[in-house]
């Protein structure tokens, strides 16, 4: 899957369009490297993803096309948030 569809799918950005442009600003990694809105979202992949002045790292536990809004977390495990200094 996508990864600004994942983003939307799993609810940790809310719109599609809005995580295609956060990715090409290079503001998600996946598995360490810097992240289109295009690249394929696997189970087992980390997620970083910079919001402003925190970072959220997030380890993929599942990919489904369609969830409900209570299953939304189950997608995913957050496995840190830190700030960052600037």
Same mark, same amino acid.
């Given at each position: 899957?996508? *990864? @600004?569809?994942?983003?939307? /799918?799993?609810?940790?950005?809310? +719109? +599609? =369009?809005?995580?295609?442009? &956060?990715?090409?600003?290079? +503001? ?5 490297? =810097?992240?289109?809105?295009? =690249?394929? &979202?696997?189970?087992? @992949? ?10 959220? =790292? &997030?380890? /993929?536990? @599942?990919?489904?096309?369609? /969830? +409900?809004?209570?299953?939304?977390? *189950? *997608? ?11």
């Amino acid at each position: 899957m996508r *990864l @600004d569809k994942f983003l939307k /799918v799993s609810r940790l950005i809310k +719109r +599609r =369009t809005l995580a295609k442009s &956060v990715a090409d600003q290079g +503001r998600i990694k996946i598995n360490g490297n =810097t992240a289109k809105a295009s =690249t394929v &979202v696997a189970k087992g @992949d980390q997620i970083e993803i910079q919001f402003g002045q925190s970072l959220v =790292t &997030v380890q /993929v536990n @599942d990919v489904q096309e369609h /969830v +409900r809004k209570h299953e939304a977390e *189950l *997608l995913y495990n957050i496995i840190k948030e830190e700030k960052i200094e600037s």
